[in-house]
């Protein structure tokens, strides 16, 4: 695959099968992460790796209430686990809070990894609602989030029970000035 059909081929997955992703690919997926640039270089990131069922579930409970506390509008999808879709492995992209480029480099680090996976055949999804789980001091303690750092990017990855279809995009024309 050229790299221009990969980033076309990346889609949000929300939908898994149960089946464990490999940690030596966790690796990886993270190893891609880090391949990302950052503001001069700090590399400040630490990546949270959730894989434990129980503690997903956890944090998927108390993400779900804060969303709903914060965004009154939000109607969550009728599934078991409309935060983290029952994914397999949640990473969590964290930064120390002092950062300034820290939601930069966050978000490039998750693009890569989530083209990595893709390339693996591997499905991810970015969970921007997981970032509300920064008001629970409790949640992130528990989850292994350093102090004084904060959830910049939350990616879920497993093995998609179908592959979406392809999301509209304009043509590159119809964004240039
Ligand atoms: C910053 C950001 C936050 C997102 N948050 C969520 C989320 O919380 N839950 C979700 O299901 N998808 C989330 N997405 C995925 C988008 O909905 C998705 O990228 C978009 O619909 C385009 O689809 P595609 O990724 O398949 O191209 C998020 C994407 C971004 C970039």
New binding site residues.
């Given amino acids: 695959m050229d790299v221009l059909e990969l980033i076309k081929k ?3 997955c ?1 939908s898994y099968k149960p089946d464990p992703v490999p940690s030596d690919v966790v690796e990886e997926i993270i190893e891609a992460g880090i391949w990302a640039p950052s503001a001069m270089n700090r590399q400040d990131w630490k990546f949270v790796v959730l894989d434990d069922r129980e503690k997903v579930r956890q944090a998927a409970g108390s993400a779900l209430k804060l969303v709903k506390k914060n965004l009154p509008s939000y109607t969550p999808r009728d599934l078991p686990d409309p ?1 983290f ?1 029952s994914a397999p492995v949640v990473i969590m992209i964290t930064m120390p809070e002092e950062n300034t480029w820290a939601a930069s480099d966050s ?1 490039l680090a998750a693009e890569n990894m989530m083209l990595y996976s893709r390339a693996q055949g591997i499905g991810s ?6 970032k509300f789980l920064n008001d629970n001091q409790h949640m992130l303690k528990k989850i292994g989030v350093p102090e004084r750092y904060r959830i910049y990017a939350t990616l879920v990855f497993g093995y998609p029970k179908e592959w ?1 279809k392809q ?1 509209e ?1 304009k043509e590159p024309g119809e964004y240039t000035i």
């Fill in positions: 990346r889609r949000s929300r935060i879709y978000a999804c970015f969970i921007g609602l997981a979406p999301v995009r």
